[in-house]
C-alpha cells in the first residue's frame, strides 16, 4: 500500500476563501504530482515537481499554485476560490518504474 | 494527437461472471501501458503494467493483454466480485522524453450486482 496522503478528505467553502490541499508522501519520491479529475472525465495534470525547489505547470491551466520546499510535501493553494474550482483533486508521486504512480485519496473540493 | 479511449463507458455485471474492457491508443512513441483500478471516493491504484514486447500478464483474477500492432489492450475480470466494483483507467506512458508523458482514457465505470 502506497504511503501517500492527502489531506482534507473533502472540503466545502464559499466563494473567495484561500485553501490549501496538503499532500505528504513517505517513499522519498522526487517526482510528485497533481491531478484534477471531474466524473466520467479523464485525469488532467495540472502540476508536477521533480525535486526540491522544482516545480512546473501540466497541461490543464490552473489558477492554483504548488510549492515544493521539503521532498516529502507538496501542497497545492487556491487563493480565492471559485464555484469553477469544483472537482476532485488527487496527488501523486513516483519513483524509478516507469509509468508508475502512487496516488493518495484524493480531495474533494466543493465551493458554494 | 496522441490519446487513449476505452470501451465501455459502463457495465454492468452479476457476480460470478467474467467481463472484458477495451483500451485503444494512438500514443506514439509506445513505452508502457498500465490499467489502475479506482474505488469511488479514493485513488487509483495500479493493476498491471504492460511493456512492447509483452502480450499477456495476470495479476490473480485480472489478466491484462497487448497488441502492440494494433494498439489494441484488455482488461478480462474472472469471477468477478463485489469488490471489483470501480473505475478501471488505461494509461498509456510515451518514450518521447525523460519525462515519459502519460495519457489517461476516461475509465470504465464496472458494477457488480449480487
Known amino acids: 500500500e502506497a504511503d501517500i496522503y492527502q489531506t482534507p478528505r473533502y472540503l466545502v467553502i464559499g466563494t473567495g476563501k484561500k485553501i490549501t490541499l496538503e499532500c505528504s508522501q513517505t517513499?522519498?519520491?522526487?517526482?510528485m504530482y497533481w491531478y484534477q479529475q471531474d466524473p466520467g472525465m479523464e485525469l488532467h495534470l495540472i502540476h508536477y515537481?521533480?525535486?526540491?525547489?522544482?516545480?512546473e505547470k501540466g497541461d490543464l491551466s490552473s489558477e492554483s499554485t504548488v510549492s515544493r520546499i521539503r521532498t516529502e510535501h507538496f501542497p497545492l493553494t487556491l487563493e480565492s476560490a471559485r464555484p469553477s474550482h469544483t472537482s476532485q483533486y488527487l496527488c501523486a508521486s513516483s519513483g524509478q518504474s516507469p509509468g508508475e504512480l502512487f496516488f493518495g485519496e484524493g480531495s474533494r473540493l466543493t465551493v458554494l | 494527437k496522441n490519446q487513449v479511449e476505452q470501451s465501455p463507458q459502463s457495465l454492468i455485471i452479476l457476480e460470478g461472471k467474467n467481463c472484458t474492457l477495451q483500451c485503444n491508443y494512438t500514443v506514439s512513441p509506445f513505452s508502457n501501458l498500465r490499467w489502475y483500478k479506482q474505488d469511488t471516493g479514493r485513488g487509483p491504484v495500479s493493476l498491471t503494467i504492460?511493456?512492447?514486447?509483452?502480450n499477456t500478464k495476470s495479476n490473480g483474477r485480472y489478466t491484462a493483454t497487448l497488441d502492440a500492432d494494433t494498439k489494441q489492450s484488455s482488461l478480462h475480470i474472472t469471477a468477478s466480485q463485489l469488490s471489483d466494483s470501480a473505475s478501471y483507467i488505461c494509461?498509456?506512458?510515451?518514450?518521447?522524453?525523460?519525462?515519459?508523458?502519460?495519457?489517461f482514457g476516461r475509465g470504465t465505470q464496472l458494477t457488480v450486482w449480487p
Open positions: 515537481s521533480y525535486g526540491v525547489n522544482s516545480t
Open positions: 517513499m522519498g519520491h522526487d517526482k
Open positions: 494509461v498509456v506512458s510515451d518514450r518521447g522524453s525523460t519525462l515519459g508523458r502519460l495519457y
Open positions: 504492460m511493456t512492447f514486447s509483452e
